[in-house]
């Protein structure tokens, strides 16, 4: 782009037709404010355009809603570190996170960081690869598990002792954790026409035992001292202030919710919400007990700001230290909204007796509201989270046994209405599966595998061990069969003639490792072959020693591709920098 560009786009939309974004570090975000049809249809800013198609083909730019790129910013990634992106498709902060870990580097050296992006629906992501393809990176895996039992990949005592030697992981744990989870998605209503039509205020009230459920494994899944952000693009509290009090509740004193006041103060943002009323079919409860009784089962009591949860045996938030702590920003950065009935002296509770009751225990203040009407732009609800010592599992299972009465009351009902095909319209097959496979998991005892959404593969695809690697020498549990049914296993490439003629070839240097770095799937015949970071070999190493736990839909970069050609083998060059040389011949 040049001086040229854009004098003539201030000359002729104003001067803040692009603009930075105030807030976002490193003036690296920018806010452009013409339509796409300005964009197009004006010969003056047809170099400006392609200059942005461009630099958006090759990765240097990516276009998305400004609020959408805030949760990642409160991670406050290092260098070095694990991230998991618990909902990640269709990327977009996926690739902010990538982005993150290269900027984060030394320079010359690949990140030592990792990012693992997951998504539910496997379409979702094809779309999640296909956008995250841009960043050529060899420190992605993209995996493709319900994240609620997003595995850990745990090893056995015999086997941990092994691999203590070689300094390797031993489980999944993540210094970050983004959950950005699905919700009802009204934060988007100004862009999204259809939601006009579609939106209730009861919306929300399905989505909040999952969301309490992604985020409690993300929390399981973080290790002590890191962060989650929980966010949504919803303003509905029972997707948002009902989780995050939930999590506290049922995490106790194994974690905290930061106050990030002080971090990003360009970016204005509403205090968290203390009191909400609940919506179910036209009526408004304040409290769980104003619940019809044949509505308690789907009406959780989480839901409420009063609630003392589904068990009563939390103190740990009505003893924090609010004096001290509510340093919450001044200014224009505080705009306390009059229903909040904020108030620091109390740490968010009125001290109108009928409030305190109920009001959150929890500094729900410290969450974050982002309004469209305050920034011009989408609507985002943020909550930072830092763990402090590993979850007491008693108290975790004390909640589940409890939840899973409740939720086995709803599953029945579900399934009834399903018969009735009277099923609402956000309860789709998916979530009934997903209470399904709760209920089944609760009861231990009546397992229907037909609920379970991934199969495991039938025991008769052999692991090929040759293609395996090298640790058919450990024991038995390493000659695993195959594991997830319509996913290509990723094998190590082992082929040591191959792997010499490529490094002479292309004049690769010593100091750019291959051993163990180059993987392919098994049914391509080592036709595509990726290349993956030492973060990444690590966790497929230990993905290996599990049984493959995680099911992975693609990692790292492909860096050669073959081509049979009149019987001979060409491998291209598909890593877009390498070298400069474009074909290989066998
Ligand atoms: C709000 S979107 C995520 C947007 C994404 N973080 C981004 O910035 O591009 C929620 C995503 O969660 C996925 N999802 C829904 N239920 C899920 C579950 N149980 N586990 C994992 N992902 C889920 C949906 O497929 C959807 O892609």
Redesign the pocket.
Known sequence: MTSGDLWRMSDEYGEYALSPLPWYPGNLAWHLNLSRKQLRKNPALESFHEFLKHESEVGNITRQEAV?MVPPLFLNVQAGQHIL?????????TFQLLEMIHQSKEPGLLPTALVIA????VQ?CDVLIHNTKRMCTANLIVTNH???SFPSCSLAKDDSETYKDHCKPQRLEFDRVLC????SGDGTLRKSHDLWRKWSSSMGNEFHL?QVD?AMRGIALLKVGGRMVYST?SMNPVENEAVVAELLRRSGSSVELLDVSGELRELVRRPGLNTWKVNDRGSWFQTHEDVPDSRKNVILPSMFPSSTSIHESHTVYSSFAVNSECNVPLSRNFNIEDTNNFNCDTGGISSSNSTQSLGSKFPLYRCMRIVPHDQDGGAFFIAVIRKLSPLNENQVIKVRKTENLLLKNRTVKLQEQCQHRIVSEVLDDNKLLDEQKKLSLANQTSKDHNLIEVQMASDDVEYSQTESGDRSHRTNKLDYRHRWKGIDPVLFFKDEAVIKNIVSFFGIEESFSLEGRLVTRSTDNARRIYYISKSVRDILELNVQVGEQIKIASLGVKMFVSVPIRQILIYFNDYMHFHGKSAYFL
Do not use: F
Not at 85 to 93: R, T, V, Y
Not at 118 to 121: F, H, P
């Open positions: 959408s992106d618990m909902c990640a498709a269709p990327g977009s902060k997951n998504d539910l629906k979702r319900e994240a609620q950005d989870v699905p919700c999952l992604i693009c």
